[in-house]
């Protein structure tokens, strides 16, 4: 395994069929390396996250081991053509929702996707890596067939309209001072509480409180008690002695992890936010998982009234294009974006601007649509 000051820029070629190792901050830091140290040849062959133990893992961000390999070049021969072809680009961007748009030679996989060879816009969209039920939603726009055969940049930018206006137009409940975070095991539902509750404490200027709740199922609350008691936040284990929540004294509620097909798990979690009368009740979801994991969590949440969502590592989402249907059409209102493990920060309760940020790289507006930061202003 080689180091990336292996590299001599007068002589790239030494690099070529090495693998190399790096450990990064994030993914948009490894791929800025990547292209500028290995080149746009090189290719990921793997990702793996190194996050701290115990507290540590609240109070400082994991990082990501990458691996990449610059492959050796095949000389081709082509009939009458003395010159040597350019090597072949990799498209593979871990973390950009959109790669660079390639318009396919064939179209015969892209037509068995619903997307149509004769449509070379819609055919850089789904290259492009957009999620296909979200293409077929916007296919479905009234204004498409005014808009898809514009340039492409213009495109996006109505697309990019479009989007907002629907995400905008969407019910947005409002949170009420007993707020519940609720959700699958492993999701990041006690990180995310700590952010919720970082907030509170140094933005707000609230004094927030706990309740951990068993609902028949072991609750651990170790490493939420140390965190607690570093921010000054009061952790109770017993419904009967918790004081009066407000504005000012909001009550937060921790449940154990509920199992994706455990229906009486999530309807009995209903029952006890009836009966300690909470109103917000928030699912939270690793928008890492596949999309089908996703909404499978998000209908077992109807049995408990789930009033929001709140999605969690979306720092290792390949395609936050996925999430647009269901922030769209699952009638629950996105309440937060939350970034890796470290509670005093990587925290956004403005989605929106999330999601049209990592959805629409500014580098590929720039080749074209000037106005872009306009848009999601």
């Known amino acids: 395994m080689n180091n990336f000051s292996d590299k ?13 190792r790096l450990v990064v901050r994030s993914a948009e830091e490894a791929v800025r390396v990547i292209r500028d140290k ?12 190194l996050g701290g133990e115990g507290l540590k893992r609240f109070i400082s961000s994991p990082k990501l081991e990458v691996i990449a390999e610059v492959p050796a070049e095949e000389p081709t021969t082509i009939p009458q053509q003395p010159e040597t072809s350019s090597p072949h680009k990799s498209e593979v961007k871990p973390n950009s929702s959109l790669s660079d748009p390639e318009i396919p030679k064939s179209a015969s996989k892209d037509e068995e996707d619903g997307v149509h060879s004769y449509d070379d816009n819609l055919v850089l969209l789904k290259r492009s890596g957009f999620d296909p039920i979200l293409l077929r939603d916007i296919q479905s726009w009234k204004q498409w067939d005014e808009i898809k055969n514009k340039p492409f940049a213009d495109v ?16 947005e409940k409002p949170t009420t001072n007993r707020i519940a975070l609720l959700g699958c095991p492993g999701v990041g539902k006690t990180t995310t509480l700590c952010k919720f509750l970082a907030h509170e404490v140094f933005m707000n200027k609230s004094i927030p409180s706990v309740l951990k709740v068993e609902n028949g199922i072991p609750n651990p609350d170790d490493a939420l008690r140390i965190f607690c008691e570093v921010i000054g936040v009061t952790l109770f284990r017993e419904a009967d002695s918790l004081p009066a929540s407000s504005h000012e004294n909001p009550l937060y509620l921790d449940f154990p992890g509920l199992a994706m097909n455990d229906l009486n798990g999530w309807a009995e ?38 009033t929001h969502i709140a999605v969690t590592h979306f720092d290792e989402i390949t395609n936050s294009t996925k999430l647009w249907p269901l922030f769209l059409n699952s009638s629950l209102s996105p309440l937060c974006i939350c970034n890796g493990q470290n509670v005093t920060g990587d925290f956004s309760t403005n989605v929106l601007n999330q999601m049209i940020s990592r959805t629409f790289p500014e580098e590929l507006y720039s080749r074209g649509f000037s106005s872009y930061k306009k848009v999601i202003s």
């Open 156 to 171: 996006l930018k109505e697309i990019t309209i479009g989007l907002s206006d629907r995400f905008r137009s969407a019910e």
């Open 8 to 20: 001599s820029s007068d002589n790239e070629t030494h690099l070529e069929g090495k693998k190399f």
């Open 38 to 49: 290995l080149g746009d040849d090189a290719k990921v062959l793997s990702v793996r996250q």
């Open 269 to 306: 979690a209903g029952h006890v936010l009836d009966s300690l009368n909470v109103e917000t009740r928030v699912l939270i979801v690793n928008g890492a998982y596949e999309r089908d994991i996703i909404q499978k969590e998000i209908q077992m949440a109807r049995h408990l009234k789930a």
